[in-house]
């Protein structure tokens, strides 16, 4: 299979420790995009990678939150000091660049789902 | 990116058309509209997009109204795996769009054997 990967597919902390998750997108897919998705709402944008720059962050991510594309192909996503609040689903996706900004389709993973205890 | 409207549920029986509507009057001349669905407990898969004409694809249809206001995914017959959650997505054309979706609550599917 080789659509968008998502490591682990479920986490389980407690308040205060870190956590980390990894995203493996489609290997020739230059962005990269981390959504948080709570219970009964549609996922809410994070942040977005286009190769190894991270172009734009959402103002739902706090100063706990750190992404990371280091050589433009996986990406990972680290929580510090959770929260009862930071449980949720993590979405990746990623996409190709498109050409002169048409519409290009998102490819999503599974999804890590996080419960902070 | 401008806002869509959907209904919050719909209900259809199986091996019927379903037509989901989604109402975005503050569209602007350079916006697309995308749709996406979500299985459950899966992560949301692109179903179809337009800009002006109606589309078709293997998944599902598209039609635009001409004012381009409002659109609606049809699904020509439903089966029970296309029980999901679908969104209706404005993006924004343009090189420089960032790509992101805003998603809104969508309209959650329900097909009845």
């Known amino acids: 299979d080789t659509g968008v990967s998502q490591d682990p597919r479920h986490k389980i902390t407690k308040r205060g420790q870190n956590v980390t998750f990894r995203c493996d997108p489609i290997?020739?897919?230059?962005?990269l995009y981390w959504y948080r998705q709570t219970l009964g709402q549609g996922p809410e944008f994070l942040t977005y990678?286009?190769?190894?720059?991270?172009?734009?962050k959402s103002r739902l991510l706090s100063d706990r939150f750190s992404a990371e594309r280091p050589k433009g192909s996986f990406s990972t996503l680290e929580i510090q000091r959770t929260e009862q609040g930071d449980s949720a689903m993590y979405l990746c996706?990623?996409?190709?660049?498109?050409?002169?900004?048409?519409?290009?389709?998102?490819?999503f993973g599974p999804g890590t789902r996080l419960t902070v205890l | 990116d401008a806002k869509t409207t959907q209904p919050n549920s719909m209900e259809s029986n199986e091996e019927e058309p379903v037509h989901l509507p989604c109402n975005h009057s503050?569209?602007?001349?350079?916006?697309?509209i995308h749709w996406y669905r979500q299985l459950p407990s899966q992560g949301p898969e692109y179903v179809i997009h337009?800009?002006?004409s109606n589309v078709n694809n293997r998944m599902a249809s598209l039609a635009i109204a001409e004012d381009r206001k409002s659109s609606t995914l049809i699904l020509h017959r439903a089966t029970l795996r296309d029980a999901a959650v679908y969104y209706c997505?404005?993006?924004?054309?343009?090189?420089?769009?960032?790509?992101?979706?805003?998603f809104g609550q969508g309209t959650t599917l329900q097909v009845k054997p």
């Open positions: 996706a990623s996409s190709h660049l498109g050409l002169a900004g048409g519409p290009v389709e998102q490819f």
């Open positions: 290997s020739e897919h230059n962005r």
């Open positions: 990678f286009q190769n190894e720059a991270q172009l734009e």
């Open positions: 503050t569209i602007s001349g350079t916006d697309y």
């Open positions: 337009g800009l002006t």
């Open positions: 997505i404005l993006k924004e054309g343009g090189s420089g769009n960032t790509g992101k979706l805003i």
